[in-house]
């Protein structure tokens, strides 16, 4: 009776997990930093696979971009405030460094960098028709025909 309790609950997590992951934490732009074709993208409630990761971009790609144009892309994880441009607080020592930071010129404020740590995913779609994907040391492509492959499209052996 105890492992039909366990199992019920179980279930009913996953389910509200399930629910919740498909009804509320939709994934929404909150800012656009860059030029025609080059642009970094500021998301929140991304999802969390790759595979589906790339299906909202596929889904969303045509709000930003007509479909046979070449671009570059660089999604961002952003919870709507933009950091200041001035060294990490790392307690005794002091730093000066601000490399962690991507600043962007178009926020006129003090105000205009985004960490980045948060980085999601870089997009590429190239003259040829493909769609390159990178995240996390992982790379995946899109091919015209819809196919998505995982791994580079060109690798070169040298013997």
Same mark, same amino acid.
């Given at each position: 009776m105890r492992i039909k309790k366990i199992i019920f609950f179980i279930a009913a997590l996953v389910i509200v997990l399930f629910v919740y992951m498909n009804f509320f934490h939709v994934?929404?732009?909150?800012?656009?930093h860059g030029t025609d074709d080059i642009k970094e993208v500021l998301i929140k409630n991304? /999802?969390?696979?790759? @595979?589906? *990761?790339?299906?909202?971009?596929? &889904?969303? @790609?045509?709000?930003?971009?007509n479909k046979?144009?070449?671009y570059s892309v660089s999604l961002w994880r952003f919870d709507?405030?933009?950091?200041?441009?001035? /060294? *990490?607080d790392s $307690?005794?020592?002091p730093d000066h !460094?601000? !490399?962690?930071?991507?600043?962007?010129? !178009?926020?006129? %404020?003090?105000? %205009?960098?985004?960490d980045k740590s948060n980085w999601i995913m870089d997009i590429t779609k %190239?003259? !040829?028709?493909?769609?390159?994907?990178?995240? $996390? $040391? &992982? @790379?995946?492509?899109?091919? /015209?025909? $819809?196919?998505?492959?995982k791994g580079e499209i060109f690798k070169?052996?040298?013997?």
């Open positions: 994934p929404k732009v909150l800012a656009i991304i /999802p969390f696979t790759d @595979s589906e *990761k790339i299906k909202w971009w596929e &889904r969303n @790609s045509e709000k930003f971009f046979s144009q070449v709507g405030t933009y950091l200041k441009l001035a /060294p *990490k $307690g005794l020592f !460094d601000t !490399d962690y930071l991507l600043c962007f010129d !178009d926020v006129k %404020s003090d105000k %205009s960098c985004i %190239s003259k !040829d028709g493909h769609t390159y994907y990178q995240m $996390g $040391g &992982r @790379s995946y492509y899109l091919k /015209p025909s $819809g196919e998505l492959m070169t052996k040298i013997k």
